[in-house]
């Protein structure tokens, strides 16, 4: 019997009616607000361009051991080698381990941005100015988070961001070019509008379910069926935003017209605050269960998720589903290309992080729900690894 959960969560924020409806222009901020900025279906269609933009297809690029695989996908597409340096239990760059790697073939080095934390972006600038290199930015999980008094996305030399991971748009990529002459881009055509009907059409029902009762959850699965078979029906087509994979027959896709839209209506000062908040609620409710990854939230960090630590991030993920929280067991697997035996710290956070949702669409209401049902799982995880060991013990008691 399939479980029937009393509460939808999204992993992302979604697109209410009202959006669609009314809006004014607000603010602009980094990299909305950049000169140099392009736009793209997916950022990892942005890592593509990256490599053909800066002349580096056949060179060799510094990438560190805990990425998600696409952006792997995506540079080893485009034409360059893929090397990878060690990022330790904290997410922290191995700097030794770095330098040492950066040999006659490398042509960039790659920082990733995790979760909305800012690595250390300066000192990679520095290091890649000492061998006369290009940096590149990944801030696809980091989108409006500050380094300090620095936005993310202005000190390396190319910066990628991912729209829709963070605010309510159907799709979306950016690029920007922090260096002169780089940034010669054609304006690429916008997806179907197939694709962008699905998107949004999505996006509104898991609105209707978080938001909804359970006559919205009701209504959302009620629909996802008939959907589903008017499109098998139909033989329509549409690019997914949820595939994990790198398509080259995508990779010259624009932003649709509504995510341009959109994207500049976002009161990006309150989706900051309510981040802020939700985060730091279950920084408050949860630590006592699962040692934080991150101690604190320093200012200017705008998380994307609560990154939870847990001994089996499988097993927890299917316990928060079956009681409708979208929690995602954060990058499990790594490019085939990288050794996982030369970097166990990543292997052991690809085996522990759960993705636990905080997003601007969720109240504290909703985060003391998912904080009770993350206690709960958890909970429930002892009791089963515990009973496990009770028995392992037993039976090596009967043997002995």
């Given at each position: 019997?399939?479980?029937n959960?009393n509460?939808?969560?999204?992993?992302?924020?979604?697109?209410?009616p009202?959006?669609?409806?009314?809006?004014?222009?607000s603010?602009?901020?980094?990299?909305?607000?950049?000169?140099?900025?392009?736009y793209?279906?997916?950022?990892r269609?942005?890592?593509?361009?990256?490599?053909?933009m800066l002349?580096?297809?056949?060179?060799?690029?510094?990438v560190?051991?805990y990425?998600?695989?696409?952006?792997?996908?995506?540079?080893?597409?485009a034409?360059?080698?893929?090397k990878?340096y060690r990022?330790?239990?904290?997410?922290?760059?191995?700097?030794?381990?770095?330098e040492?790697?950066?040999?006659p073939k490398t042509k960039?080095?790659?920082?990733?941005?995790?979760?909305g934390?800012?690595g250390?972006?300066r000192?990679m600038?520095?290091?890649?100015?000492?061998?006369?290199?290009?940096l590149?930015?990944?801030?696809?999980?980091?989108l409006?988070?500050?380094?300090?008094?620095?936005?993310?996305?202005?000190?390396?030399d190319?910066?990628?961001?991912?729209l829709?991971?963070?605010?309510?748009v159907?799709?979306?990529?950016?690029?920007v070019c922090?260096g002169p002459?780089?940034?010669?881009?054609a304006?690429?055509?916008?997806p179907s509008?197939?694709?962008?009907?699905s998107?949004?059409?999505s996006?509104?029902?898991?609105?209707?379910?978080?938001?909804g009762?359970s006559?919205?959850r009701?209504f959302?699965?009620l629909?996802?069926g008939?959907?589903?078979?008017?499109m098998?029906?139909?033989?329509?087509t549409?690019?997914?935003?949820?595939?994990?994979?790198?398509n080259?027959?995508?990779?010259?896709?624009?932003?649709s017209?509504?995510?341009?839209?959109l994207?500049?209506?976002?009161d990006?000062?309150?989706?900051?605050?309510?981040?802020r908040?939700?985060?730091?609620f279950l920084?408050?409710?949860?630590r006592?269960?699962?040692?934080p990854l991150?101690?604190?939230?320093?200012?200017?960090?705008?998380?994307?998720?609560?990154?939870?630590?847990v001994?089996?991030?499988?097993?927890?993920?299917e316990?928060?589903?079956?009681?409708?929280i979208?929690a995602v067991?954060?990058?499990r697997?790594?490019?085939?290309?990288?050794?996982d035996?030369?970097?166990?710290?990543?292997?052991k956070?690809?085996?522990?992080?759960?993705?636990?949702?905080?997003?601007q669409?969720?109240?504290?209401?909703t985060m003391?729900r998912?904080?009770?049902?993350?206690?709960d799982?958890l909970?429930?995880?002892h009791?089963?690894?515990l009973g496990?060991?009770?028995?392992?013990?037993?039976?090596?008691?009967r043997?002995?």
């Amino acid at each position: 019997m399939k479980p029937n959960p009393n509460m939808f969560v999204p992993a992302f924020p979604t697109i209410g009616p009202e959006a669609l409806l009314y809006g004014r222009q607000s603010p602009s901020h980094h990299p909305l607000s950049a000169a140099n900025t392009h736009y793209f279906f997916f950022a990892r269609n942005a890592i593509w361009h990256t490599v053909k933009m800066l002349g580096i297809e056949r060179g060799e690029i510094l990438v560190p051991s805990y990425h998600h695989g696409v952006e792997v996908e995506a540079l080893i597409d485009a034409g360059a080698d893929v090397k990878f340096y060690r990022i330790g239990a904290k997410l922290e760059v191995d700097f030794h381990d770095l330098e040492r790697k950066i040999g006659p073939k490398t042509k960039a080095l790659y920082l990733i941005h995790y979760a909305g934390f800012p690595g250390p972006v300066r000192e990679m600038k520095k290091l890649a100015e000492v061998y006369g290199l290009p940096l590149i930015e990944d801030c696809a999980l980091s989108l409006f988070s500050m380094d300090g008094d620095r936005p993310l996305g202005v000190t390396g030399d190319v910066a990628i961001f991912c729209l829709y991971k963070l605010l309510p748009v159907p799709n979306g990529g950016a690029l920007v070019c922090n260096g002169p002459d780089r940034c010669n881009m054609a304006e690429l055509p916008p997806p179907s509008a197939s694709t962008t009907f699905s998107l949004v059409s999505s996006s509104l029902l898991r609105n209707m379910a978080l938001r909804g009762g359970s006559l919205g959850r009701t209504f959302r699965q009620l629909a996802l069926g008939m959907g589903k078979g008017t499109m098998r029906a139909s033989n329509i087509t549409h690019v997914s935003t949820d595939s994990q994979h790198f398509n080259l027959n995508d990779v010259n896709l624009g932003i649709s017209w509504i995510t341009k839209r959109l994207m500049f209506r976002q009161d990006v000062a309150d989706i900051a605050r309510k981040r802020r908040r939700n985060y730091v609620f279950l920084l408050d409710h949860l630590r006592d269960v699962s040692t934080p990854l991150f101690d604190s939230l320093p200012a200017g960090n705008v998380p994307l998720f609560y990154p939870l630590l847990v001994d089996d991030n499988r097993s927890v993920v299917e316990r928060l589903l079956s009681r409708g929280i979208e929690a995602v067991n954060f990058w499990r697997d790594s490019h085939p290309t990288c050794n996982d035996r030369e970097f166990p710290e990543t292997t052991k956070l690809r085996r522990s992080v759960v993705e636990i949702p905080c997003h601007q669409d969720l109240s504290l209401k909703t985060m003391e729900r998912i904080a009770n049902a993350v206690r709960d799982v958890l909970a429930v995880e002892h009791a089963v690894a515990l009973g496990s060991f009770q028995s392992t013990s037993k039976a090596t008691s009967r043997a002995i």
